[in-house]
């Protein structure tokens, strides 16, 4: 009989705070499909909590959060741990026009798979 082992690689951890629940559902399937282990919520005080319990190793924020309150969680997660991994989402931009002419092409959201992959990259090569 033989048995074979195979090394199990350890599911990187992600926060993810969105205040949209549609795409913070999407956002978080896609990442949970792609072997991450993700907690999500819009609230500043259960990501507050949701840290201290979990201690992700990457906290993923949109910048399209409708409660503000949020980045002050953010501030406080920092000021607790200040090696704490942090990416910022940015949101789709629509073009800007003046007077007719297109001054700023609009420019997509930021993929939220390729931010926890570049993440999950830096935190393989410093550990």
Avoid at 32 to 45: E, N, P, Q, V
Avoid at 46 to 58: F, G, I, N, T
Avoid at 74 to 101: A, F, M, T, W, Y
């Amino acid at each position: 009989m033989h048995l074979m082992i195979r090394a199990v690689r350890h599911a990187p951890s992600l926060l993810l705070l969105e205040s949209s629940g549609r795409s913070r559902d999407m956002h978080a399937m896609i990442l949970m499909t792609h072997g991450y282990d993700i907690d999500c919520t819009a609230s500043a005080a259960q990501a507050w909590e949701l840290w201290k319990v979990k201690r992700p190793d990457l906290v993923l924020v949109t910048l399209d959060i409708l409660d503000r309150r949020i980045f002050g969680a953010v501030e406080k997660i920092l000021r607790s741990h200040k090696s704490q991994l942090v990416r910022v989402l940015r949101p789709r931009l629509c073009s800007l026009s003046l007077d007719g002419n297109i001054v700023r092409c609009a420019m997509p959201s930021d993929d939220v798979l390729v931010a926890a992959e570049a993440t999950y990259r830096e935190i393989s090569a410093a550990g």
